[in-house]
């Protein structure tokens, strides 16, 4: 009899048990069901702003009729490589680029775009900056410079020079870290297609780096080539 009472409480218990798993269960479900619809909804805002933002797309307007600028410090935050970018976890959207520095012209080229920003440096010279974007507004590119560059500007760089004659040539171009390893690397655009990249060391967080290798390679986004004319104008 007492084994009987025994099950018959512990199969109770079991069916309670049961019965608030389920409970916990269908509630869990309401609420990824509600995240998911809210997050799907966003998305779809998020795509309808991009794709709104695109149409206003202008490839007649001079870069010399923009009158906002950016600093330089708030323009790097996109002056990365497609190589970069590549490795960047959350993707950066032209819907982010309008909100930090705005997008003052907005250019469509084949099937990517590419907005221009004006920068001045300390001395007051006025500087061009470029992003490009795919057709979904993801951000690939970032480009900023004071002339349209060629191989020919960095013939004088040789391994073992300081980054100082590299930051003579092109003192904007892009410049990523490895400060663990005391190591660096910057990508510099040429006007034929074409990107030019220095590697760098250090002894250590207190000295110069120095240049340990450069080489010439295909530009992937090609962006030098797709700049409109009236953009290669103005650098």
């Known amino acids: 009899m007492k084994i009987r009472q025994n099950s018959k409480r512990f199969f109770l218990l079991l069916a309670c048990l049961l019965l608030c798993i389920q409970g916990i269960f269908i509630g869990g479900c309401h ?50 490589k497609k190589d970069a970018y590549s490795r960047i976890t959350t993707s950066v959207t032209i819907l982010d680029v309008e909100k930090n520095i705005g997008i003052p012209l907005l250019r469509k080229t084949d099937d990517v775009y590419y907005s221009v920003h004006c920068i001045k440096n300390n001395k007051g010279d006025r500087l061009y900056g470029f992003i490009m974007y795919r057709e979904s507004g993801t951000a690939i590119d970032g480009w900023l410079t004071d002339k349209l560059h060629t191989e020919r500007d960095f013939l004088t760089v040789a391994v073992g020079s300081s980054i100082s004659v590299i930051n003579k040539i092109d003192p904007y171009s892009c410049f990523l870290e490895n400060i663990h390893e005391n190591s660096a690397t910057s990508y510099h655009t040429l006007a034929n297609g074409k990107e030019y990249i220095v590697e760098y060391e250090r002894q250590n967080t207190e000295s110069d780096y120095k240049i340990v290798h450069t080489h010439t390679k295909q530009d992937t986004t090609n962006f030098s080539n797709l700049l409109l004319a009236i953009d290669k104008a103005i650098i």
């Open 31 to 80: 609420k990824t069901d509600n995240n998911i619809s809210n997050k799907t909804e966003l998305i779809a805002e998020s795509k309808k702003s991009i794709q709104e933002l695109l149409k206003k797309a202008n490839n007649k307007t001079t870069a010399d009729n923009i009158t906002t600028y950016c600093s330089i410090e708030d323009f790097n935050k996109y002056n990365i």
